[in-house]
């Protein structure tokens, strides 16, 4: 039943169609009919060529007469003859045109016999006709009878061609009346299939009219259905980043607990239990950041940061994160940099590291053995330069039906043999959007000789002059044997960055050096002048950079990582630094000295006042941010001053970097600003105008990282810097300042709790600490600006926690444990008053 | 002046070579066969041109190959081009009456002769055409090179046993 109703809905669906194809073969088979009647017709008319019969008929009874009075008036004369005898022949003329076959119509058999009797009566005329010739007179019965009954017959003959005639054209015309008809049936199908098309093109029109307003419907139902979903994934987003950055208060709480737990007397089972707490907690902090970060990709929140920075260093400090990981895993890991790729490029330096992070974690955490390599190359294309870093492991690969679904979010393949891998799956969908948001890509592909090679793509800028690095000349052959062909290959172009000619062990012959993989033997038919081993555990490790390889090409020991000799040379100042920070003051006087400087320190401006008056500097390093007298003030004191002392150099030391600072310093008189965190670097390139020393080549201070919970960059030059065991002393006062604010009944607030922040800001930058840095200064605007602070005090104290958490070496655990639990409190009290705050006053937009 | 004086002088010249036309229009030796009579300019009887076998031989002959609608199958007719029976007696008319030994006659325009090749045949397949054979004189129009003559009115003007044309309007 429900086929056949199926069926018929189907046949009025087509029936459109059908009607339409239909009517077409009406008009067709319409049209073909009227041109047949119509020639029809035509011959019809054609075909009446020959004379009627009753016209025949008459003219044969016509010239009988005419022969009739020729013989009645023969007088027996010549000329009497000829007419007699011309007559005659007309008759017979006439006989021969009375041929039935020509006749139209055939006449009927009476016709058909009235014709032979009248040919018969002409035929027996001739022999009379004869007699008259040789001259035997007219006979009488020829006359009255022969003749007579000839005329008779023609008479008869004349009647019936008449009929015959009449029926003809009864019939032609019954004929052509048919023909009529006919036509009339097939013109009323041609004008009826015409109407019918006509009313078939008016439905199909309306149905399409129809179609079309229902899919105009569909699609703003559609419209109204995307908004609605889009309106749902971004609630989906706060929803998330909001859960996340709840839950990340608590979870500091928990991992602070779980530090003072395993430092109580616990048993083994016990340790081990608290070690798992630990591990998975710090697993779970770490998804909930990528969280918070999608969320932000995802919403296009993220405001995406230019700065010109050096990509070598870049990529190398992403190595070297995953340094101790690959380690673990006895894992080879090079980093090349293509000697065209300039020393610097312009843009999102953090996004770019966190992708490279990314690439270089996903490819140690998924590769058992062999080796990961890192290449970061420079294209032209469509008239732009792209970045180009390709990460190559020797894992076990990316089917090929997987390869686009791994940069969805939460997509994890499932492989039986690496449960333990842990992760949310946002890495990758991270990594692609900030590659699209950079305008640039990822991509992932198989390498050659297993595993896969991901390779991100981004359109940078770079300086004008920037041209990259030379080629050196070269230096003599080197071989690279062993490892996986993805490490060789990396090793081989860094071999060749460094100016080497790489060869391959299979051509035989010497060469000058042999970098052979510890698990690889050396081939038996190359001789080598140096053999020097690569991998894991040898003295060339992960990361392999060209920095390392050339300091093991020539020779030397690994190089020490900060080895610019900055402090040689130049002259030596008489430097007077004011702040009212201890930890500020003694890490700026620390690497003053460690310039070669002669440094005094005061911790406020009125010291700082005092020092100026009995003493003249070659500059005044001044904090602009001090109680009592601030570094303005200071500095416009200064300048009031009479004497050679008002000209001293000053140098605001500040954490703000904002244009407001800039305009007030330079109305205040100061010569040049000095951003925290204050680096060696900097202090240096500040101080150029007093010392004249040249500019150190590698002087290109990177600026801070706000990310980072240490900034390892400013740690490496505190540790060297610094002379020995200051920097833990250092950290200890930094934490102590914490545990004392946290000490104050009720907390901070109004100006205590500024100059805190103002100072922690300060402090926290010089040993490092990023993210807190970033969180106080975001702090410090919402006071200044009286807008609702609880906010970002809860982020600046996660943030500490994490710092605190992080720096566990340098610390008496116990006291790490304690600071994270307290810091963790104080951003949970915050957050709730936050809570509170925002229920009572449900528009608070800065939450 | 001048344009009379030069019509004059054509006038003339026409009339002269009419009289030139007229005297070589002899008299017929054999059996008259076609009397031709009304605006005609030559004569060789009074007021008449007549014309007999070897007269009608001796001008323009014209053909006709295929059927009539009264021979049988394909015929050959052959006789003086109806043309040049009109330039030989200096035809001046618009419409002629053809007539026939039976008294029918057909009134056939002169723009048929001048447009049409058409004959007056005298030989049918290669023979003369006694009276019972419809001659000796028969209108043939060149249906067979013009098929569109295939119809009613040039039926009715080929006329058979024609003994004479009078041209007259």
Not at chain 1, 182 to 191: E, K, P, Q, S, Y
Not at chain 1, 216 to 242: D, I, M, Y
Not at chain 1, 735 to 754: A, F, H, M, N, T
Not at chain 2, 5 to 23: D, I, Q
Request: charged share 20%.
């Amino acid at each position: 039943m429900r086929e056949i109703w199926r069926r018929l809905v189907n046949w009025r669906q087509a029936h459109g169609l059908w009607a339409l194809a239909i009517v077409a073969a009406m008009s067709l088979l319409a049209a073909g009919a009227e041109f047949v009647i119509l020639v029809q017709r035509e011959s019809q008319l054609v075909d009446r060529f020959s004379d009627s019969t009753w016209w025949m008929a008459a003219q044969f009874r016509s010239e009988i007469q005419q022969l009739h009075i020729s013989l009645a008036s023969y007088d027996g004369s010549e000329g009497g003859l000829d007419d007699i005898h011309q007559h005659y022949e007309i008759l017979g003329s006439r006989i021969q045109l009375m041929d039935e076959s020509r006749l139209d119509p055939r006449p009927d058999e009476v016709l058909g016999n009235s014709i032979a009797e009248v040919r018969h009566g002409a035929e027996q005329l001739a022999q009379q006709i004869e007699t008259i010739k040789i001259g035997g007179g007219v006979p009488r019965h020829l006359l009255d009878e022969d003749i007579r009954a000839l005329e008779r017959a023609a008479g008869r003959m004349t009647s019936l061609g008449a009929q015959s005639d009449a029926t003809h054209r009864e019939a032609v015309r019954s004929a052509i009346r048919r023909a009529n008809v006919a036509f009339g049936v097939a013109l009323a199908m041609l004008i009826g299939s015409l109407l019918l098309s006509l009313r078939a093109v008016d439905r199909q029109a309306a149905t399409l009219d129809a179609a079309r307003r229902r899919s105009e419907a569909l699609g703003q139902e559609l419209t109204v259905a995307l908004a609605q979903a889009q309106a749902g994934s971004r609630a989906k987003n706060v929803f998330l980043a909001t859960m996340s950055h709840e839950i990340r208060t608590p979870m500091n709480g928990v991992l602070g607990a779980t530090s003072l737990l395993a430092h109580t007397q616990l048993n083994d089972q016990q340790r081990r239990w608290v070690a798992i707490i630990k591990a998975c907690g710090e697993a779970l902090l770490s998804q909930l950041d990528d969280v918070l970060d999608f969320s932000a990709l995802e919403a296009a929140s993220v405001r995406l940061e230019r700065e010109l920075f050096d990509i070598r260093t870049l990529a190398e400090d992403a190595g070297r994160v995953v340094e101790s990981a690959a380690g673990a895993n006895g894992l080879d890991l090079v980093v090349v940099i293509d000697h065209d790729v300039p020393a610097q490029v312009l843009t999102d330096r953090r996004r770019l590291g966190q992708i490279l992070l990314n690439l270089l974690t996903n490819a140690v955490k998924f590769t058992a053995s062999g080796g990961v390599s890192l290449r970061v190359s420079m294209r032209r294309r469509h008239g732009k330069a792209w970045l180009r870093a390709a990460v190559v492991d020797s894992g076990p690969g990316i089917p090929r039906a997987d390869r686009r679904r791994i940069f969805q979010e939460f997509t994890r393949l499932e492989r039986p043999s690496e449960r333990t891998v842990r992760g949310t799956g946002l890495g990758l969908a991270i990594s692609q959007r900030i590659a699209q948001a950079l305008g640039g890509r990822i991509r992932v592909a198989a390498a050659r000789g297993g595993g896969s090679v991901f390779w991100v793509s981004i359109p940078v800028e770079m300086p004008q002059h920037e041209r990259g690095v030379a080629l050196a000349h070269l230096a003599g052959r080197v071989a690279v044997v062993g490892g996986t062909p993805g490490i060789r290959a990396a090793v081989e172009l860094l071999v060749r960055a460094a100016g080497y000619e790489a060869g391959t062990a299979g051509d035989g012959g010497s060469v000058d050096l042999l970098l052979l993989h510890r698990s690889a033997d050396a081939p038996p038919g190359l001789r080598a002048a140096r053999q020097l081993p690569f991998g894991p555990g040898t003295g060339l490790d992960a990361p392999i950079t060209a920095e390392r390889l050339q300091a093991a090409l020539a020779g030397g020991a690994r190089p020490s990582r900060a080895s610019v000799p900055l402090a040689q040379a130049g002259r030596s100042l008489r430097l007077l630094v004011a702040d009212d920070d201890a930890i500020n003051r003694e890490i700026a006087a620390s690497l003053l000295r460690h310039l070669g400087h002669d440094v005094e320190i005061v911790s406020d401006g009125r010291e700082a006042l005092a020092a100026v008056r009995l003493e003249t500097f070659d500059a005044v390093l001044l904090d602009l941010y001090m109680p009592g007298m601030d570094g303005i003030d200071l500095a416009k004191a200064i300048r009031a001053l009479p004497g050679e002392v008002a000209a001293m150099r000053l140098i605001a030391v500040t954490a703000d970097a904002d244009a407001n600072v800039g305009a007030s310093v330079l109305a205040a008189g100061i010569d040049s600003v000095l951003i925290k965190p204050v680096t060696l670097e900097r202090l240096a390139e500040v101080l150029l105008p007093l010392t004249g020393t040249a500019k150190p080549a590698a002087a290109s201070a990177a600026p801070p990282s706000p990310g980072l919970v240490v900034d390892r960059k400013v740690r490496d030059m505190l540790i060297t810097r610094l002379p020995a065991g200051r920097l833990p002393a250092l950290v200890r006062t930094f934490w102590d300042g914490v545990q004392r604010v946290l000490d104050v009944p009720g907390g901070l607030s109004g100006e205590g709790l500024e100059r805190w922040l103002h100072t922690i800001s300060g402090s926290a930058g010089s040993l490092g600490y990023a993210a807190a840095t970033t969180a106080a200064k975001l702090a410090r605007e919402a006071v200044d600006q009286g807008v609702g602070d609880a906010p970002t005090l809860s982020a600046l104290y996660t943030s500490l926690a994490a710092a605190v958490r992080a720096d566990e070496a340098l610390l008496p655990p116990p006291f790490v444990a304690m600071l994270t639990v307290r810091l963790t409190e104080a951003a949970h009290a915050m957050a709730q008053m936050q809570a509170a705050h925002r229920q009572g006053e449900p528009m608070d937009g800065r939450s | 002046m001048l344009h009379r004086r030069t019509l004059l002088g054509f006038c003339t010249v026409l009339f002269a070579a009419r009289s030139v036309r007229a005297a070589s229009l002899a008299a017929p030796a054999g059996k008259v066969l076609l009397t031709v009579r009304g605006k005609i300019a030559n004569t060789n009887a009074d007021g008449s041109a007549r014309f007999d076998l070897a007269m009608l031989d001796a001008l323009p002959q014209g053909r006709f190959e295929g059927e009539t609608p009264w021979t049988k199958g394909k015929t050959v007719f052959t006789g003086p081009l109806g043309s040049a029976i009109l330039d030989a007696v200096g035809a001046s008319g618009t419409t002629m009456r053809v007539a026939a030994l039976n008294d029918y006659s057909a009134d056939v325009p002169v723009s048929d002769f001048r447009k049409h090749a058409v004959i007056l045949a005298t030989r049918h397949d290669g023979a003369l055409m006694p009276v019972r054979e419809q001659g000796p004189l028969w209108v043939i129009y060149p249906m067979d090179k013009e098929p569109d003559l295939r119809i009613e009115s040039t039926y009715t003007r080929s006329v058979w046993q024609v003994t004479a044309i009078d041209i007259t309007g």
